[in-house]
């Protein structure tokens, strides 16, 4: 059997609330599946599609035997249609890059000017973002170094992003994680809202709620942060990729339509601003892959998994496997393959680090040389994220600086424009 991947897309678009009967006039699906070690892309009309106990199935043809192609769609107990997590979150990108656009269209942004503020008010402001800095100083060193090359703004406001998402992540993550509730969380996005309503509770809230007030930066992405948290409390395994990608989209893909409205496009650029914040969320992607590879050992022994469970499956592991933490022939083949895919999202994120703003680069580049390099880690030691821990040393960080410096240089204008598809 040839069981689809998890890509499905339609052409004319869908709408959720379409009943199945609906869906096939007139609809064109393009899908992906595994085929051994093969992953095989086609495009079918809709009379192809046929639903069976509960999911959409293509209709086999003579060139596939008796294969079966199942689809990232499954219907739902009152008859809608569920779409997949990768086309959700595209959804998702596109209002988010449409926003910046309107602001740009009426000349709003990016070259932010210091408001007129009272004194008093001033002061406070700045002891607000001078504690955020000190706080992406200390838990992100490189990150931090890349910031100083930006505008006093807008290193100001990614300071402010970095602490809000830190603290976010910290009440699932923190000391204090066994004591949160989803009341707590609920309460968090409360203070949130406050937040984007001019109402921030303190000094750090601050910080956010005047970086908001100058750059377009979307209350949404942080509520689907908060909803990824969520997601750590009630969920501890993924069944497939598809689960996996939209948790990956809550905690660290939202990181990249947060910052792209700071981090400003530059004004070489080609690209459109859907294919920028597209290669935004597929850094966070990659950087969330990279977490869960490098930290298996850890979560298993907080009984979290990870990793999708049918790959898992596939390459004949289980989750005692997992906790077991031994590293076999079968652990070595997962991990080459979870390696890869997280490298391809890497690879995707590349394209468009370009786009940025001159002076917003180098942090983006640093980030994406040294998380990478953790991937390199693990294979140098060879799969083994059980019994050790991946890193990069003090030497390679230093050394991955310049080079990321060096490509921050690179313009828009003197490269052959990629194309920038969807993450």
Not at 12 to 31: D, N
Not at 118 to 147: H, I, M, S, W
Not at 151 to 170: G, K, Q, S
Not at 319 to 341: A, E, L, P, Y
Request: aromatic share 8%; proline share 4%; net charge positive.
């Amino acid at each position: 059997m040839a069981v689809a991947s998890l890509h499905c897309t339609f052409s004319p678009k869908i709408s959720t609330s379409l009943k199945l009967p609906e869906v096939t006039q007139g609809v064109q699906l393009s899908c992906s599946w595994r085929s051994g070690n093969k992953v095989l892309r086609s495009r079918y009309d809709g009379d192809r599609l046929q639903r069976k106990k509960g999911k959409w199935s293509l209709i086999p043809s003579k060139s596939r035997g008796n294969s079966t192609v199942l689809c990232s769609l499954a219907a739902s107990p009152v008859g809608e249609v569920v779409i997949s997590s990768e086309k959700k979150v595209y959804d998702i990108v596109l209002k988010q890059a449409a926003l910046v656009k309107k602001q740009l269209s009426s000349n709003v942004l990016l070259d932010v000017k210091p408001k007129l503020v009272a004194p008093r008010t001033q002061n406070l402001l700045k002891e607000a973002y001078d504690r955020c800095g000190e706080v992406c100083a200390e838990y992100a060193k490189t990150f931090y170094l890349g910031t100083l090359l930006m505008t006093p703004e807008r290193r100001r406001a990614i300071w402010a992003i970095y602490v809000w998402c830190r603290r976010t992540d910290e009440l699932v993550d923190g000391p204090n994680a066994f004591h949160i509730t989803p009341s707590a969380l609920d309460r968090w996005e409360s203070r949130l809202e406050n937040l984007f309503a001019a109402r921030p509770y303190d000094l750090f809230d601050a910080a956010l709620s005047d970086t908001i007030s100058k750059f377009p930066v979307d209350i949404q992405p942080l509520k689907d942060m908060i909803e990824g948290m969520r997601m750590d409390l009630k969920k501890s395994r993924y069944r497939n990729f598809d689960e996996l990608y939209l948790y990956c989209y809550y905690v660290a893909g939202t990181v990249g339509l947060m910052s792209v409205p700071v981090m400003g496009i530059s004004p070489e650029s080609k690209a459109t601003t859907e294919s920028v914040y597209n290669a935004a969320l597929a850094l966070g992607i990659a950087n969330q892959l990279t977490n869960i590879l490098r930290d298996v050992r850890d979560d298993a022994r907080r009984g979290r998994i990870y990793l999708p469970q049918d790959e898992l499956a596939q390459a004949g592991l289980s989750d005692q496997d997992v906790f077991n933490g031994k590293v076999t022939d079968k652990w070595r083949n997962f991990m080459k393959s979870q390696i890869k895919r997280a490298k391809m999202f890497f690879s995707k994120a590349e394209n468009a680090v370009t786009e940025l703003n001159q002076a917003s680069r180098w942090p983006v580049w640093a980030s994406l040389l040294l998380y990478r390099q953790i991937l390199d880690e693990i294979e140098a030691n060879d799969y083994d994220n059980f019994t050790k821990r991946a890193y990069v040393s003090k030497a390679k960080k230093l050394m991955a600086l310049p080079i990321a410096f060096g490509r921050s240089l690179v313009s828009p204008s003197s490269r052959k424009q990629p194309s920038l598809g969807k993450a």
